[in-house]
């Protein structure tokens, strides 16, 4: 018998104590009443007692509500600051039954495997009146206490995704996996699969695709950037041995000999203070000294330290750029980033070929478009020439200067200004690298500045 069912017999029995007590009291006392008096007092100590007693009922039942109340609510704030962790996580939950029914899931495991996004029509949610933030997040206690509204089966049909789920919940053990998704869009995950209770096991996912992405970067890059250094180092070597050999003393040669000496250790050279910057820029050692800028006599400036490969190629180059426009930058850094850009788009370009330099300016942002009419880029390299030593078109891009540390530059000082990069390219036609930047309000001129200014002007009107 519960606690409730002892108070009833309880109280039962005390009440029939007390009419017996009252009864005998009543007997004793007043022997002489009539059965009518006697009958309208009984009924009146009778209602008495029913009314305390319905108070105190009452009462109690009031008490027993509150609680309730107070219990539900609770359950209610953790039911949300849950909700709210999961949909918050960047890692897909599932949580799955005996059945392999999915329970519960968060919103980041509808990018994972094939789970809608939100409830499905005519499922009431509970929240739908109530927080909005919460709008993207899952009933938790609905979905415990209501049928499943899918099974793994449909939503994955990796078959390792499944034994790690049977695992944990038939042997109650955990398991950690790499999976490679390629359900939706191809990912690679770290999957850990453990029980919950008896009954259910939960599976968390971790996306580890950025990780190994950047981890193969930083190999490639330590196998790019040997072949980069063995490469001139090894002329330099057998140049040197040549000179060594005798061939110093070889009138027609020697020079020549020397020459090449000494392109291979500038190219050396430059590599390595290319790869200094490169890290002082990303470790954030560079301190930037930003200023207004105008933007047209910088790219005068720059486009001059590209005039004799130019005019070897015969480049047509066009300027449209509004005089007064100008960014919040360090001076020195932007021409470094302009340089590189536009010295790429002469470099890939083809004889008799065109560039492009405009500028627009949008809200706070001025965005920079350097169009070319070269070579063009292939579009599985596209995104990757923004990496360390990455060169699009191997063959070809070794017979062309450069140390393929220029874009990776360019993509970390735009940063450092608080811009992006971004390339289109169509292969065989030409290329367009956009880099934008803060708009700046008022320009600050020092009478260097001035005078470097008439000067680029005048050069490059
Ligand atoms: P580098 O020019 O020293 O090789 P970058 O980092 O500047 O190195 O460029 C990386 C690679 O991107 C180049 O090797 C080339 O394959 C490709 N690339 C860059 N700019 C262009 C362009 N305008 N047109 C075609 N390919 C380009």
């Known amino acids: 018998m519960n606690r409730l069912g002892r108070r009833v017999w309880v ?36 209602g008495i007692l029913t009314f305390f007693v319905s108070r105190y009922a009452l009462h109690r039942y009031n008490l027993a509500l509150s609680k309730i109340k107070e219990q539900q609510e609770i359950t209610e704030e953790t039911n949300r600051l849950l909700s709210g962790v999961l949909a918050t996580m960047r890692e897909g939950v599932l949580i799955v039954n005996r059945q392999m029914d999915i329970l519960l899931y968060n919103n980041a495991a509808t990018q994972i495997v094939r789970l809608p996004v939100r409830l499905p029509a005519g499922v009431p949610s509970e929240r739908n009146d109530q927080d909005t933030s919460g709008d993207n997040l ?42 490679e998704m390629a359900d939706l869009e191809p990912r690679s995950f770290q999957l850990y699969v453990a029980p919950l209770g008896k009954k259910l096991a939960v599976g968390v996912f971790f996306d580890i695709s950025q990780l190994e992405k950047l981890e193969r970067i930083r190999r490639e890059f330590f196998a790019n950037l040997s072949h980069e250094l ?19 003393h070889d009138a027609e040669n020697n020079i020549r000999f020397i020459e090449k000496l000494y392109k ?96 627009e300016e949008a809200g706070d ?26 060169r699009a078109d191997k063959s070809r891009s070794r017979k062309i200067e450069g140390t393929g540390l220029g ?50 002007f005048a050069d490059h009107p």
């Open 230 to 248: 063995r490469t001139p180092l090894t002329a330099i070597l057998a140049y040197a041995e040549t000179l060594l050999d005798g061939a110093i």
């Open 407 to 456: 874009l990776a530059i360019v993509k970390h000082l735009v940063q450092a200004h608080g811009g992006e990069v971004a390339v289109e390219s169509n292969l065989g036609r030409g290329s367009r690298f956009s880099f934008s930047l803060p708009k700046a309000v008022q320009q600050i001129e020092t009478p260097v500045e001035k005078e470097r200014l008439a000067i680029s």
């Open 365 to 390: 942002r001025v965005t920079v478009h350097i169009e070319d009419s070269g070579i063009g880029i292939m579009e599985a390299d596209l995104q990757r020439v923004f990496e360390r030593l990455y």
């Open 138 to 179: 899952l009933p938790i206690a609905y979905h415990l206490q209501t049928p499943p509204l899918k099974r793994l089966i449909e939503v994955t049909r990796n078959p390792a995704i499944h034994e790690a789920f049977r695992q944990a919940l038939e042997a109650h053990a955990q398991t950690e996996m790499r999976v």
């Open 264 to 359: 291979h250790s500038a190219r050396m050279r430059d590599l390595i203070s290319d790869i200094a910057d490169l890290s002082a820029i990303e470790s954030g050692k560079v301190k930037l000294s930003l200023a207004a800028v105008k933007l047209k006599p910088i790219l005068g400036d720059v486009i001059a330290l590209t005039e004799s490969r130019r005019k070897e190629m015969k480049i047509n180059f066009t300027l449209q750029v509004p005089d007064t426009l100008l960014v919040q930058a360090d001076r020195t850094r932007l021409e470094q980033i302009l340089f590189n850009l536009i010295d790429n788009a002469v470099k890939f370009n083809l004889p008799h070929g065109s560039v492009t330099v405009t500028a």
């Open 11 to 46: 109280v039962t029995f005390v009440a029939v104590a007390l009419f017996a007590v009252y009864e005998t009291i009543k007997t004793l006392l007043f022997p002489e009443m009539s059965v009518v008096t006697s009958h309208i007092v009984t009924v009146i100590v009778a």
